[in-house]
């Protein structure tokens, strides 16, 4: 079936660190993308998405670039900042007969960025 | 409505209790969709409606779970004989429909955290 692994977590790092969050997906048909985020105490926030291979999704310093051959979406940003920690979640997007547009999610990685 | 509003934020009910979850998506949002979202884990998929049709029910876990959209607007989740593994956060989650069937993006409310005790 469809399904989405994202890397273990929790991430902790220093400002201004590199991040990588990996996410893998099920090669069935050909899903659109997302990472999603959520703040503490706050919703799911679309944080960016990418819908054909090779696309990249980019938003708020983060980028994520759609891989077919390794079935891959992997998160990264340059340098984080204490504001980025959050709980992301990669997903894909479920194309196709009645249940178009439902998404399935990864387990959700936390990120802790220290000052 | 500016977001998808829910509510209540916060429900504690006691084991065995009916409970009902509210959803108010964004206006003129075709498509509807409720999550849960167990702690420490990513959410899972309920239920689908595109207006008042539920197109997808195949992620509700048990015959105790049931959800209605009468009038293709507001949305309730009920859940009736809770049970400690119902304790959960429910997301509601509302989509354009464009041209072709196609949902645009998601945007989710702030979901509602069902503890039972």
């Known amino acids: 079936g469809n399904s989405v692994t994202q890397m273990e977590g929790p991430v902790t790092l220093s400002e201004e660190a590199f991040l990588t969050i990996n996410c893998t997906y099920t090669a069935t048909g050909y899903p659109s993308l997302f990472w999603y985020v959520q703040y503490p105490g706050e919703g799911l926030q679309l944080l960016l998405k990418a819908t054909k291979a090779d696309d990249k999704g980019s938003n708020k310093g983060f980028e994520a670039t759609y891989r077919k051959e390794t079935t891959s979406f992997h998160l990264e940003k340059g340098s984080v900042q204490v504001s980025d920690s959050a709980v992301y979640f990669c997903a894909r997007l479920n194309a196709g007969g009645t249940s178009y547009g439902k998404l399935t999610f990864g387990q959700g990685t936390i990120l802790t960025v220290h000052p | 409505g500016a977001g998808v509003s829910q509510s209540p934020r916060y429900k504690v009910a006691k084991r065995g209790q009916d409970v009902a979850l509210r959803c108010d998506p964004i206006s003129g949002h075709v498509s509807l969709f409720w999550y849960q979202q167990a702690l420490g884990q990513g959410p899972e998929f309920l239920t689908y409606?595109?207006?008042?049709?539920?197109?997808?029910k195949s992620g509700l876990p048990s015959d105790r779970f049931f959800a209605e959209r009468p009038e293709g607007s507001v949305s309730t989740l009920k859940i009736q004989r809770t049970q400690q593994e119902d304790s959960a956060v429910y997301l509601c989650?509302?989509?354009?429909?464009?041209?072709?069937?196609?949902?645009?993006?998601?945007?989710f409310g702030q979901g509602t955290r069902l503890t039972v005790v």
């Open positions: 989650a509302s989509s354009l429909q464009i041209r072709g069937g196609r949902n645009t993006e998601a945007f």
């Open positions: 409606f595109q207006n008042e049709a539920q197109l997808d």
